[in-house]
């Protein structure tokens, strides 16, 4: 069906039939991508059935069809607030409403109306981001101006992410959760030795470890940031059946029992509260042997600009921690090669 009155034909091949009624396109990967490159470069299609409007004979919004003529203007004779619930993206009526917008239920439609919600949500990211490197930039100028220790106007503002979580005892569900998960980790991979099965990603994919010149940047980095991203650990701390491999192979002695002992053991008493159960104000509580390589080597965004910085020649860097728009204990740092001149 493709908008009020609707048709068992794809609007665009207008042989093949269409087996998702809320589509207006066949299964045809050509149509469907088609139609959508047709809504994205906003043409015209019909504002009931959705065909596309190649050549506009009126200042109506339809085809030539008689029946989405007599249709459309049913609808305008309606009232204009009926006349106007039509789809922002393809312009095609509908009584669907959102809010304040109206969307059909094509997926082309809603594939769009995604990209453009992704797209502003970028850009307004972007712009809090400059003025928070704006923000950054004017400390770190203040400091300069009062000969604060080591403050240099030349070092490249970072925006560091920042937790203020506080410590707590831990969730005793989640720590069952995380004793549960750990024996059938460690029982698949004594039992299943040979697959390959790391999750969530596999070793060579990571990025590269920190380098001597990066690694001073880097600490002070993430300890003002404090573990922001730990919190995606939860209660599986993003270990594998092959971190379990690795760790059995090292020590082929021990039963699996002992294994899940082992790491439950390095469970705080106190950790951050909503984060992963082994994070805590001093950092990770496992030894990093044990850690997950995603735990080891993730970069986030801010690692990631200065790693290009540095790349580029940049040998001083103003990190600022930040959270909801606050600023948290900023420093300057620089790389093993540079001096504080």
Not at 178 to 183: D, I, Q, Y
Not at 265 to 278: G, N, Q, T
């Amino acid at each position: 069906m493709s908008g009020m009155a609707g048709t068992p034909l794809c609007v665009i091949c207008e042989k093949a039939k269409i087996r998702i009624p809320a589509n207006r396109t066949c299964d045809d990967f050509h149509c469907r991508q088609e139609y959508q490159r047709w809504l994205q470069a906003k043409k015209p299609v019909c504002a009931i059935c959705g065909k596309l409007l190649r050549i506009q004979a009126s200042a109506n919004p339809v085809c030539d069809s008689d029946t989405c003529s007599m249709q459309w203007t049913g609808l305008t004779r309606a009232g204009p607030g009926i006349a106007m619930a039509r789809c922002q993206v393809c312009g095609v009526f509908t009584i669907r409403r959102n809010a304040e917008e109206c969307m059909c239920r094509d997926s082309a439609c809603a594939m769009i109306q995604n990209l453009v919600l992704r797209e502003e949500r970028q850009r307004i990211e972007a712009e809090k981001y400059q003025k928070l490197v704006a923000d950054a930039e004017t400390l770190r100028d203040r400091l300069v101006s009062e000969k604060a220790s080591g403050a240099n106007a030349n070092h490249y503002a970072v925006i560091v992410p920042h937790t203020s979580a506080k410590m707590g005892p831990p969730n005793q569900e989640s720590v069952r959760q995380f004793r549960h998960r750990l024996a059938e980790m460690v029982a698949t991979a004594i039992h299943e030795p040979e697959q390959d099965s790391d999750w969530p990603r596999r070793p060579e994919d990571m990025p590269d470890p920190a380098s001597p010149s990066e690694l001073p940047v880097f600490t002070q980095a993430c300890t003002g940031c404090r573990g922001n991203c730990c919190h995606m650990g939860a209660d599986h701390a993003f270990l594998s059946i092959g971190i379990m491999r690795r760790y059995i192979r090292q020590h082929p002695e021990m039963s699996a029992d002992q294994v899940v002992d082992v790491y439950s053991s390095h469970l705080p008493k106190a950790s951050l509260e909503d984060s992963c159960i082994f994070h805590t104000d001093r950092g990770c509580n496992l030894p990093r042997e044990m850690r997950s390589d995603l735990c080891n080597q993730f970069i986030c965004k801010s690692l990631r600009e200065i790693r290009n910085e540095i790349g580029t020649g940049t040998r001083g860097f103003f990190l600022v921690p930040e959270e909801d728009g606050e600023f948290f204990d900023s420093c300057f740092v620089d790389t093993p090669s540079s001096g504080n001149g």
